[in-house]
């Protein structure tokens, strides 16, 4: 589905979000930009009309390469679910982890990696656990909780991944309008720089802490799974 609940809130909330941004911050501005260096060319209609499809162009382009961005710059590595399993982690307490290993034993026939293993094999390890959680996702599709969850998570990295666009789009335009000697613009660029540089740093601790209050979830229902 195109417009289920995860895609209008984990997908088009952040690009709204840089949406509402842009039109407050920078729109205004390149707006009159815009009509001056177009005057003799189109009408004033004609130049906010182009402004507007050019704004909306590029939030079209956040909404489809934020996730693309923040998962390639941002989630390098091991999954948080993935590191929590480790037997060499200790955010899950020894007594939870035993229950998780022996349900998995039980489900999957399947152990966690000793951590004798870990230590001579990290990625065929990591592997291991990668494939161990994605049964348990799978086991618990359309689960409510974890799909809230999963909403949260996909909201956060969605919206660190397009505030770094735009930081590295602004950053780019004040670059040309120093060059450019256009004092107002540069102003307004560095304005957003700024605030989206705010979002960003926001953006990358909600997306930490909703990647853990995932993790712990998924092996809360995972405990109170029957089979």
Known sequence: ??????????????????????????????????????????????????GHTILLAYVY?????????????????????????????????????KIISLKIKEFYN?????????????EDANKQREMIISQIRN???????LYNRNIEYGFARNLRGGTFISLITFLLLDVFFYFSQNQILFNSCMLGLCIFFTLFLCASFMQNKASKDYAYTLFEQFISLKK
């Open 139 to 145: 086991d618990l599709r359309g689960n409510k909780i």
């Open 1 to 50: 589905m195109i417009f289920d609940t995860y895609e209008i809130k984990a997908r088009y909330f952040p690009a709204v979000i840089n949406l509402t941004l842009l039109y407050i911050i920078w729109y205004p501005t390149f707006s009159d930009y815009l009509s001056l260096k177009m005057e003799h060319i189109v009408n004033a209609t004609v130049a906010n009309f182009m």
């Open 61 to 97: 382009f956040i909404f489809l390469f934020s996730r693309y961005v923040s998962k390639t710059l941002f989630e390098r590595g091991p999954l948080y679910t993935s590191r929590m399993l480790s037997l060499k982690n200790q955010e899950l307490d020894k007594k939870t982890k």
């Open 110 to 122: 399947m152990s966690l990696p000793t951590i004798d293993f870990e230590n001579k094999n990290k």
